[in-house]
């Protein structure tokens, strides 16, 4: 069983910065890429980035290009989300999941087999 439990969410004002952290369980982190999706009050869910296993390849919703940079650390089994440059209409509830392989495969939450809970990241103006 895997688990993944996110980290690192709070307010924040226009501008500024958060870093989340997505700690996984298990020993096969490392062999699987990862993803961050959002989920903001009466929207659907939606890709954000991913990394895949070695960390050499990445993918970011257009969106947020130039402000959000994902990370991961195998070594401590976690992935992160650098967000700069917070915008309001970044406020959503952000989920950290595992794709079902170990390279970047879409932008579809079909892709992802194990997700977070989430943690409320809100941006006020």
């Known amino acids: 069983q895997v688990q993944l439990v996110e980290s690192g969410g709070g307010l924040v004002q226009a501008g500024g910065s958060l870093r989340l952290s997505c700690a996984a369980s298990g020993r096969t982190f490392s062999g699987y890429a990862m993803g961050w999706f959002r989920q903001a009050p009466g929207k659907e869910r939606e890709f954000v980035a991913a990394i895949s296993r070695s960390g050499s390849n990445t993918d970011y919703v257009e969106s947020v290009k130039g402000r959000f940079t994902i990370s991961r650390d195998n070594a401590k089994n976690t992935v992160y989300l650098q967000m700069n440059s917070l915008k309001p209409e970044d406020t959503a509830v952000y989920y950290c999941?595992?794709?079902?392989?170990?390279?970047?495969?879409?932008?579809?939450?079909?892709?992802?087999?194990?997700w977070g809970q989430g943690t409320q990241v809100t941006v006020s103006s």
């Open positions: 999941a595992r794709d079902r392989r170990s390279v970047v495969t879409g932008r579809s939450s079909y892709n992802y087999d194990y």
